[in-house]
């Protein structure tokens, strides 16, 4: 059936982006969160083949996949997300988390009160997501219990982004000659080897398992920007279950780059798992 319904039978509402049409015929949402030098509508090119998979096997539809953005305007008494560039993404994790937040916001204001959200991020999106659902759900608990459903993150640097050697060249050229420059990229690495931030990170993931959130963190074997240490929450004795290892993506030529989790199926296999099959209204 076609995603482009006609809005007067109520089956579809206007999204923040041009264009874009979100279906409300299925009760759950996946709403995506792309990483570093992203813009709008990456996201959602990003997950492309995560996307299909739910839909051939799932029952999702295009109109249930959201995305987050890193910028927003004034509308009324609250926000509106906006288009974003890599501009927006390279503000402090504070400003960023933030903008993730006012999005999640949003769908919640335009969506029926009963639509259940899964989060599922990206790099610096897995943060953007990890830390604003903290802040909804542990801030808002009477509006986000039992809505924020699922928070998956893929190589994103909950920890920080301790990158030994190469984060010390970093650190000598001045973070601009291998990754990008902003805040956000000076933040997460200087969180890699901030212990204290380590220990609250631990905390808010036991918080929001407590709550009722499914907390999945991924991370590639062969990923040297995002390692699996700065990006696993989980007990010692299960964080192998989390660390997954695939093909290189063709053309790879190794240094500072992340590895191929985005199109790795066992990864999709595992975050399909976790969001179940789409439930109809």
Aim: aromatic share 8%; with cysteine.
């Amino acid at each position: 059936m076609s995603q482009h319904r006609d809005p007067a039978s109520g089956d579809e509402i206007e999204d923040w982006q041009t264009g874009r049409r979100i279906g409300t015929r299925g009760r759950k949402k996946v709403v995506l969160a792309a990483g570093m030098l992203s813009r709008s509508g990456e996201a959602l090119r990003q997950f492309d083949g995560f996307i299909r998979y739910l839909e051939t096997n799932f029952g999702y539809a295009r109109g249930d996949m959201l995305e987050v953005s890193y910028n927003s305007a004034p509308e009324g008494d609250d926000w509106r997300p906006s288009p974003y560039d890599a501009r927006h993404c390279d503000l402090s994790m504070r400003d960023v988390s933030a903008q993730a937040g006012r999005t999640l916001r949003w769908y919640r204001a335009h969506l029926p009160d009963h639509t259940e959200y899964h989060l599922v991020g990206y790099s610096l999106g897995g943060v953007a997501l990890f830390e604003s659902a903290g802040a909804l759900l542990l801030g808002e608990p009477e509006r986000w219990q039992g809505r924020l459903a699922t928070l998956v993150t893929l190589s994103a640097p909950l920890f920080g982004s301790d990158l030994g050697v190469e984060g010390e060249l970093l650190g000598a050229l001045g973070f601009g000659a291998l990754l990008p420059g902003g805040a956000s990229v000076r933040e997460l690495v200087s969180r890699g080897s901030n212990r204290q931030h380590r220990e609250m990170v631990e905390r808010l993931a036991a918080r929001l398992r407590a709550a009722g959130v499914q907390v999945a963190t991924f991370a590639d074997a062969s990923d040297v920007v995002v390692t699996p240490d700065d990006a696993v929450v989980a007990p010692a004795a299960e964080r192998e279950r989390y660390v997954l290892s695939g093909p290189r993506v063709p053309g790879a030529s190794g240094g500072l780059s992340h590895g191929p989790i985005l199109t790795n199926t066992l990864a999709w296999v595992r975050m399909a798992k976790l969001l179940g099959p789409q439930e109809p209204r």
